[in-house]
């Protein structure tokens, strides 16, 4: 696929909603050409004019640029290219033109700014082509998370653990597999606490206030007992509202591992079937079944965590049956979160290097449909929802609750009502300046042996960031 815009450094942008569209192309692949020029008629007016060429013919677009304070350019010419080829190839999304990552932050930030709610959310109804139905999604989102609490003292701890027992297919994080790492996992614990304990000093010394702590990966219970323990151990110290653990893999989860987050005074887990189809399961590369995964979910019942379940629409071999099915059988296990995720084809992922052919137009969005209006009478409220890009049918991922039962770990971190402190390889530490909606970020190396080596530099860079 070829972008040619005579304003070129929107040809990434273009070339986001062009995928949309034409996913099967890659960026350097011929097969769609999109030409963009933008020039000035007799009433000074800024007209945008596209013209698409793919096997099917030519077609041209002009696109007439309106003043508008909350559009930038970058986001005017998307709406134009999108209205270009939902013209030409009579095909539309749900999100429309909408292409951020945090649709809820969009319709927030209008409102902080003088908007009203309806008013906030028909404007991106109106302006990006957005449904009815993922419209009022937001709205629902937007009263379940009710008032937020703002204050640049709060902070979030983010803790990563790079290490998977096997990759997912369809998975592109940093991790490496715990059974050809285990010469490296004691490196990297003994490095990861040293930077708790320091973080823990700078944290004393400014005066922030941790509210959640959240460990993440990779697959965090892929490490024993004996490495996951000092690491709860030495996070246990901060007296938190909210303390997750990630322990998704079932067959990385143990009765010891359960005892050992109520030691240390967990009170969230995640265990993610992620689909209830036990072929899917094998091709997607996770090494247990459904039975398995509710004999460990039966296990950890006892113990009272707030458990989520992650289920993702998409996968390769799911049919539409074998996901309602799955749909049902989360419904009978009755989680406290459910968390639906839309296939994302990472660069990074299997699925991608292998350019499976896996974009099952709508049906994705079929499985959404079904899981939302099953959810709904099963009384489970929707409290946030993010998005990625190479997203089937530029759809979402959502987060639901009963019993107003949130993470607000996910909340503020998506929607950006708290700062948070990334440690471990990988983390993404972001400050977030509230009066004036500003945000600075640092990151950690990916590289775990750059990050046992680097550590101070990393430590030094976050100080600076958080000072």
Same mark, same amino acid.
């Given at each position: 696929?070829?972008?040619?815009?005579?304003?070129?450094?929107?040809? =990434?942008? $273009?070339?986001?909603?062009?995928? $949309?569209?034409?996913?099967?192309?890659?960026?350097?692949?011929? /097969?769609?050409?999109?030409? *963009?020029?933008?020039?000035?008629?007799?009433?000074?007016?800024?007209?945008? &004019?596209? &013209?698409?060429?793919?096997?099917?013919?030519?077609?041209?677009?002009?696109?007439?640029?309106?003043?508008?304070?909350?559009?930038?350019? +970058?986001?005017?010419?998307?709406?134009?290219?999108?209205?270009?080829?939902?013209?030409?190839?009579?095909?539309?999304?749900?999100?429309?033109?909408?292409? /951020?990552?945090?649709?809820?932050?969009?319709?927030?930030?209008?409102?902080?700014?003088?908007?009203?709610?309806?008013?906030?959310?028909?404007?991106?109804?109106?302006?990006?082509?957005?449904? @009815?139905?993922?419209?009022?999604?937001?709205?629902?989102?937007?009263?379940?998370?009710?008032?937020?609490?703002? %204050?640049?003292?709060?902070?979030?701890?983010?803790? %990563?653990?790079? !290490?998977?027992?096997?990759?997912?297919?369809?998975?592109?994080?940093?991790?490496?597999?715990? /059974?050809?790492? +285990?010469?490296?996992?004691?490196?990297?614990?003994?490095?990861?606490?040293?930077?708790?304990?320091?973080?823990?000093?700078?944290?004393?010394?400014? *005066?922030?206030?941790?509210?959640?702590?959240?460990?993440?990966?990779?697959?965090?219970?892929?490490?024993?007992? @004996?490495?996951?323990?000092?690491?709860? =151990?030495? $996070?246990?110290?901060?007296?938190?509202?909210?303390?997750?653990?990630?322990?998704?893999?079932?067959?990385?989860?143990?009765?010891?591992?359960?005892?050992?987050?109520?030691?240390?005074?967990?009170?969230?887990?995640?265990?993610?079937?992620?689909?209830?189809?036990?072929?899917?399961?094998?091709?997607?590369?996770?090494?247990?079944?459904?039975?398995?995964?509710?004999?460990?979910?039966?296990?950890?019942?006892?113990?009272?965590?707030?458990?989520?379940?992650?289920?993702?629409?998409?996968?390769?071999?799911?049919?539409?049956?074998? !996901?309602?099915?799955?749909?049902?059988?989360? #419904?009978?296990?009755?989680?406290?979160?459910?968390?639906? *995720?839309?296939?994302?084809?990472?660069?990074?992922?299997?699925?991608?290097?292998?350019?499976?052919?896996?974009?099952? &137009?709508?049906?994705?969005?079929?499985?959404?449909?079904?899981?939302?209006? @099953?959810?709904?009478?099963?009384?489970? =409220?929707?409290?946030?929802?993010?998005?990625?890009? %190479?997203? #089937?049918?530029?759809?979402?991922?959502?987060?639901?609750?009963?019993?107003?039962?949130?993470?607000?770990?996910?909340?503020?971190?998506?929607?950006?009502?708290?700062?948070?402190?990334?440690?471990?390889? /990988?983390?993404?530490? =972001?400050?977030?300046?509230?009066?004036?909606?500003?945000?600075?970020?640092? !990151?950690?190396?990916?590289?775990?042996?750059?990050?046992?080596?680097?550590?101070?530099?990393?430590?030094?860079?976050?100080?600076?960031?958080?000072?």
């Amino acid at each position: 696929m070829q972008i040619i815009s005579s304003q070129k450094e929107y040809e =990434k942008d $273009l070339l986001e909603i062009a995928r $949309l569209f034409y996913p099967k192309y890659s960026s350097t692949e011929q /097969g769609v050409t999109i030409f *963009h020029n933008h020039s000035l008629d007799e009433q000074n007016i800024i007209n945008h &004019t596209f &013209t698409v060429n793919d096997e099917n013919g030519s077609y041209t677009f002009i696109k007439k640029e309106e003043n508008d304070a909350n559009l930038s350019t +970058r986001k005017i010419l998307q709406i134009g290219l999108y209205e270009t080829l939902k013209n030409y190839t009579k095909r539309t999304f749900p999100w429309g033109s909408f292409v /951020g990552i945090r649709p809820v932050k969009a319709v927030m930030d209008l409102i902080k700014n003088g908007t009203s709610t309806l008013g906030a959310i028909n404007h991106i109804k109106k302006t990006y082509s957005v449904t @009815e139905e993922k419209c009022e999604i937001i709205q629902d989102i937007i009263e379940m998370q009710g008032y937020q609490i703002k %204050n640049n003292t709060l902070i979030n701890l983010y803790v %990563n653990i790079p !290490f998977c027992v096997s990759r997912c297919s369809y998975c592109s994080f940093m991790s490496l597999q715990v /059974g050809s790492s +285990r010469d490296i996992i004691n490196s990297y614990v003994n490095t990861l606490l040293y930077e708790i304990e320091k973080t823990k000093e700078f944290l004393q010394q400014k *005066h922030y206030i941790v509210k959640n702590i959240y460990i993440g990966g990779g697959t965090p219970t892929s490490l024993n007992v @004996e490495e996951l323990e000092p690491i709860l =151990k030495a $996070l246990s110290s901060y007296k938190v509202k909210e303390f997750t653990v990630e322990a998704g893999r079932a067959d990385t989860i143990t009765k010891e591992k359960l005892d050992l987050f109520k030691k240390y005074n967990v009170t969230r887990i995640s265990i993610n079937p992620q689909t209830f189809n036990d072929t899917v399961l094998k091709k997607a590369n996770r090494n247990h079944t459904v039975k398995e995964f509710l004999e460990v979910y039966k296990m950890a019942i006892p113990y009272n965590f707030i458990v989520n379940m992650d289920l993702i629409a998409g996968l390769s071999g799911e049919t539409l049956k074998s !996901f309602k099915e799955g749909i049902k059988t989360i #419904l009978e296990l009755s989680p406290d979160n459910i968390t639906i *995720h839309t296939l994302s084809l990472k660069r990074a992922s299997t699925l991608n290097q292998k350019q499976e052919d896996i974009f099952k &137009t709508s049906l994705a969005e079929k499985m959404l449909k079904y899981a939302y209006e @099953e959810f709904k009478k099963a009384e489970y =409220k929707p409290y946030y929802l993010y998005r990625q890009k %190479n997203m #089937l049918d530029n759809l979402e991922n959502i987060g639901f609750c009963k019993n107003k039962k949130i993470c607000e770990f996910n909340i503020d971190s998506i929607d950006e009502y708290s700062s948070i402190l990334a440690l471990g390889a /990988g983390g993404a530490s =972001k400050r977030i300046y509230q009066e004036d909606n500003k945000k600075e970020q640092t !990151f950690n190396v990916k590289s775990i042996d750059e990050y046992i080596k680097r550590i101070d530099e990393m430590l030094e860079r976050k100080a600076k960031l958080f000072s």
